[in-house]
């Protein structure tokens, strides 16, 4: 989704080490979510924000961090607490509460151990 | 939240119209029901929405009947582009409740 950028597109962790992940929107939308999506899987949301400096967990937080400092970012921070963050990340926004709108998705985070 | 339930996989011949249905019993009030494609080291991208009847779009119709507990994704004249995985969510889509994703469809487009 052009609106949405999501870098790098490939990042590797050590052990012991805490990783960001940027999600970038120039949607002006309200809503930002972050999923994780193990192989074979659906998604599952770790953290999403509904409006700028606040922020709820999802179903799966432990172990992540995030920031909304901004309305266009929302960054996640894979701590050395998640013990196995190889994943694929994906970034996600809405629209206003008052329009009914779909999720747009970014284009996705790989994010492997070393 | 609704929970949804749709079959793991499904294969088709190209050239043939695919019919997907997802079963949401517990679906509220103020829910829509939407579908999502995902192909492989990709985000999700967004098919088609509707609330009740039906609704068509240029990719593909979204049956839906009178009590709501089930919907029916249809792809006319499958291609083999057309493999991917196909989520079906339902929610208030406010931006304050999360959609919840489950395993989605996984259809097998065959020469």
């Known amino acids: 989704d052009g609106g949405i950028t999501q870098s790098p597109k490939y990042l590797f962790r050590k052990e012991g080490q805490n990783v960001t992940l940027s999600c970038e929107q120039n949607?002006?939308?309200?809503?930002m979510y972050w999923y994780r999506q193990d192989p074979g899987q659906g998604l599952r949301l770790i953290y999403y924000?509904?409006?700028?400096?606040?922020?709820q967990k999802g179903d799966i937080a432990e172990g992540y961090s995030v920031s909304r400092e901004k309305k266009e970012s929302f960054p996640l921070t894979v701590t050395s607490a998640q013990k196995n963050p190889t994943a694929f990340y994906l970034c996600?926004?809405?629209?206003?509460?008052?329009?009914?709108?779909?999720?747009?998705f970014g284009d996705g985070t790989r994010l492997s151990i070393l | 939240l609704a929970k949804t339930t749709q079959p793991i996989s499904m294969d088709s011949y190209e050239g043939q119209e695919v019919n997907i249905t997802c079963s949401h019993n517990?679906?509220?009030?103020?829910?829509?029901i939407t579908w999502y494609q995902q192909f492989p080291s990709q985000g999700p991208r967004f098919i088609i929405q509707?609330?009740?009847t039906k609704v068509t779009n240029e990719v593909a119709s979204l049956f839906i009947p009178a009590d709501r507990k089930s919907s029916t994704l249809s792809l006319p004249r499958v291609s083999l582009s057309d493999t991917a995985v196909y989520y079906c969510l339902v929610g208030d889509l406010s931006g304050n409740t999360p959609l919840v994703f489950g395993k989605g469809t996984r259809l097998s487009v065959i020469a």
């Open positions: 509707g609330y009740k």
């Open positions: 924000s509904q409006i700028v400096n606040d922020f």
């Open positions: 996600a926004t809405q629209g206003p509460g008052a329009i009914i709108q779909p999720q747009h």
């Open positions: 517990n679906i509220a009030t103020n829910d829509y």
């Open positions: 949607l002006n939308h309200d809503a």
